[in-house]
């Protein structure tokens, strides 16, 4: 959640008038999304969402974004709408920064997930899987296991001061990874972030995704093993069984995994795990004096990772043969 | 700009459904307010701000706020109006803190104040305390010249950490004015906070003022020194004239000032300097670990200080005799 970049009501003006959207009527910088800095924007041609790219998201990547929300929402997904401008551009540059407008999406953030949301989530995963099936861009998933090492290379010195083991406990996860990660599983376009914060629903129904800023081709399953770790743990650490299985049967509804993704299902679980802990150790060991923003605790993703561990099959976490 | 508390899915529904306002369509936390977690709300029945009254804001001066805004928006001024439940309260509870839903005001805060904005700050300003005067409610102005001296005591051990010299120049400071400070100048119903985040703007005219919740009983022309104080200097710290006279020329276009107000000003300036500079030293000196809001720079309003500490008559900042 952040405004990290202040504009200027003359620079703000400058920009809307490029499109055809009217004028601004309204603007109000919104606590939502850590990459970058969001602003809901209200013109007299409706409301809208409009996004100041900060550092974190490279600018190179900014084309496969924009051009992935307009192919999704094509094919049906219920996604932020990239909008052009008068020259059919939809990314443009305000305060120093590339930005974008895209249209505002009603619904809510899940706060607390229940097993009600999580049948509707594995389903719309694989509903991003097939729609994206013929999209043309390619994104290489940066934080995938090849980008696990530098992260841990950038953590391991302060890892033991967040909790003693965590050095050598993390080393040893990385190494088998490393050394079982599958190969060859079916691909495409992921989401790779579908966090409860990024899933509207509205009157008990799912009604669409946002941020789509770490989508990127990789394994569909390994998209579905973020689910199971963003959605299907309860607050004290605990797997909820039911939960995964929903969003397993969710998911298999409209795609059904292969025997060689179910088999992986388990690494790569882990590896997800693995994923946001170092992710977040290294935000923790590298919070800049005066933040403006809380890092996330990288000890839930360590608890997730030894149950993950612990698991062998992916019967022991949802799925049914 | 924040958001402290977080709402549920459950607790809002639960909460909106006593109003007659339709669903929740969204809601999104806004980095608007400082005291206070503000949400733009949108609901079938339309767009709303949800504000969440956190600690530093007392309960039993809500009901002052809500009755002067309810009450100033029935004589002219556009600003927020408090939207009353079916039992018709306007003030509830959610997540364990005091709440209202108030109307949503289309328009822009100032971020670089121009001379354009400093005439009809003036206006806005006297039209406020035109509209108040009738008002019954009562609210001592906790942050008037009383107040300072136990600002001062909290903050003093640490002031010339912040720049040397800080402490004495305060302590003398403050003494002059709880000497000088007037007594027996027309007063009423005051904003006390009228920075440009609180004023809106649309297409060049002055749309809208929020932000109620340091409104108080005092002289109306210590308003205007704040005023003075917040639009009237440039970013380097000095005053620019113009804007002082377009400022006080603005609010004499609806009230002129009496004689005793005039004689005043100079006092009230140097107070309203002081004022912000001591409650900006108190939250620099105090800056929680972790805090997710960056503290405003008390020096600046040393600088504001030092320059109405040079000016002997009103005409020196803006007034035309």
Request: charged share 20%; aromatic share 10%; net charge negative.
């Amino acid at each position: 959640m952040a405004v990290y970049t202040e504009v200027s009501d003359e620079e703000l003006a400058a920009f809307i008038s490029l499109y055809d959207i009217g004028g601004v009527l309204s603007v109000k910088g919104i606590a939502e999304g850590v990459e970058n800095s969001n602003f809901l924007l209200r013109t007299e041609g409706g409301t809208f969402i409009l996004t100041l790219y900060e550092k974190r998201v490279k600018a190179e990547d900014l084309p496969f974004f924009i051009a992935l929300m307009e192919h999704l929402a094509q094919h049906g997904l219920n996604c932020p709408q990239p909008v052009r401008n008068r020259s059919g551009e939809a990314l443009g540059q305000l305060a120093d920064r590339a930005a974008a407008i895209v249209t505002f999406l009603e619904g809510i953030g899940v706060n607390r997930p229940t097993v009600q949301h999580c049948g509707p989530v594995g389903e719309v995963l694989a509903q991003l899987h097939l729609a994206g099936a013929d999209f043309k861009g390619f994104r290489a998933n940066a934080l995938s296991v090849s980008g696990w090492r530098p992260l841990f290379d950038a953590a391991k010195d302060g890892a033991d001061t967040v909790t003693p083991g965590l050095r050598d406990a993390t080393a040893a996860a990385l190494a088998d990874l490393e050394q079982e990660w599958p190969q060859g599983l079916p691909s495409g376009v992921i989401h790779a972030d579908l966090f409860p914060d990024n899933v509207f629903f509205l009157k008990g129904e799912l009604s669409g995704l946002i941020d789509f800023y770490f989508a990127c081709n990789d394994f569909y399953a390994y998209d579905l093993a973020i689910g199971l770790n963003a959605w299907c743990f309860e607050k004290d650490g605990s797997f909820n069984m039911t939960k995964g299985r929903a969003m397993i049967a969710g998911y298999q509804s409209l795609r059904v995994l292969t025997p060689a993704e179910v088999a992986a299902l388990p690494i790569l679980c882990r590896g997800a795990a693995l994923r946001f802990m170092l992710t977040r150790l290294v935000d923790w060991l590298n919070v800049p004096p005066g933040a403006l923003v809380r890092p996330k605790d990288p000890l839930e993703y360590y608890r997730k990772l030894r149950f993950f561990q612990s698991a062998d099959k992916a019967t022991d976490f949802g799925y049914v043969e």
